[in-house]
T-cell receptor
C-alpha cells in the first residue's frame, strides 16, 4: 500500500530552527508538496519538490531525496505564527495526491 | 485575490437527512476536488472533477455524490447522512499544470447527530 509518515507533533522555541521529516512509500513519484494549515483554516501551499535537492523560499526550505523516499521541511527563525500543522503529500504515478496525517508544530516563547 | 468559497462553515444535521455542500472558485480552474479531513488521518479524496459534467471517484466515494454543472461550482451531496460522515470537508481547485498546486476553501465542519 501507499504510505506517508511524518511525526504527529513537534515543539520548538521561538527564534530557533526546526526540521519536519516526511518519508514515503508510493507507487511512483511525480512530486512532493508541503502545505501549512493553521487551526480552523484552509491548508495553504508552501513548496513543491520534484528533483533531488534543497529548495529555499525565505525562512522555509524543503529538501527531497527520491532514492531514500525522504523529504524534510526546514523552518528557520521561528515565529509564533509558525504554530500550525504541516502536511506532506506525494503525487503518485497516477498523479493522485497521497497525504500524510500532518505534523502539529507548537512554538514556545 | 484568488478564492475558493465553501457555502457553510458549520452544519449540524440529523441521521438520514440530505446534505448539500457547495464550493465555488473564481480562478477559472479546470480541476476541483472534495476531501474529508479527520484527526490522525491524512486528507482523503472523496471525488474529483477535471471538467464540467465530469466526475471521478476518489478513495472514499461511498455515501457521497457530486455535481459539476458549471466550471466554477462543485457540489458534494450526502444522500442520507450518517454519523460516520461527521467530519471536516475541504474543497480545493487547481489549474491543469504539472505542479498542480491546490487552492483550498476554508472547510465545512459537518456534525451528524
Amino acid at each position: 500500500g501507499q504510505n506517508i509518515d511524518q511525526p504527529t507533533e513537534m515543539t520548538a522555541t521561538e527564534g530557533a530552527i526546526v526540521q519536519i521529516n516526511c518519508t514515503y512509500q508510493t507507487s511512483g513519484f511525480n512530486g512532493l508538496f508541503w502545505y501549512q494549515q493553521h487551526a480552523g483554516e484552509a491548508p495553504t501551499f508552501l513548496s513543491y519538490n520534484v528533483l533531488d535537492g534543497l529548495e529555499e523560499k525565505g525562512r522555509f526550505s524543503s529538501f527531497l531525496s527520491r532514492s531514500k523516499g525522504y523529504s524534510y521541511l526546514l523552518l528557520k527563525e521561528l515565529q509564533m505564527k509558525d504554530s500550525a500543522s504541516y502536511l506532506c503529500a506525494v503525487k503518485d504515478s497516477n498523479y493522485q495526491l497521497i497525504w500524510g496525517a500532518g505534523t502539529k508544530l507548537i512554538i514556545k516563547p | 485575490d484568488v478564492k475558493v468559497t465553501q457555502s457553510s462553515r458549520y452544519l449540524v444535521k440529523r441521521t438520514g437527512e440530505k446534505v448539500f455542500l457547495e464550493c465555488v472558485q473564481d480562478m477559472d480552474h479546470e480541476n476541483m476536488f472534495w476531501y474529508r479531513q479527520d484527526p490522525g488521518l491524512g486528507l482523503r479524496l472523496i471525488y474529483f472533477s477535471y471538467d464540467v459534467k465530469m466526475k471521478e471517484k476518489g478513495d472514499i466515494p461511498e455515501g457521497y455524490s457530486v455535481s459539476r454543472e458549471k466550471k466554477e461550482r462543485f457540489s458534494l451531496i450526502l444522500e442520507s447522512a450518517s454519523t460516520n460522515q461527521t467530519s471536516m470537508y475541504l474543497c480545493a481547485s487547481s489549474p491543469p499544470t504539472d505542479t498542480g498546486e491546490l487552492f483550498f476553501g476554508e472547510g465545512s465542519r459537518l456534525t451528524v447527530l
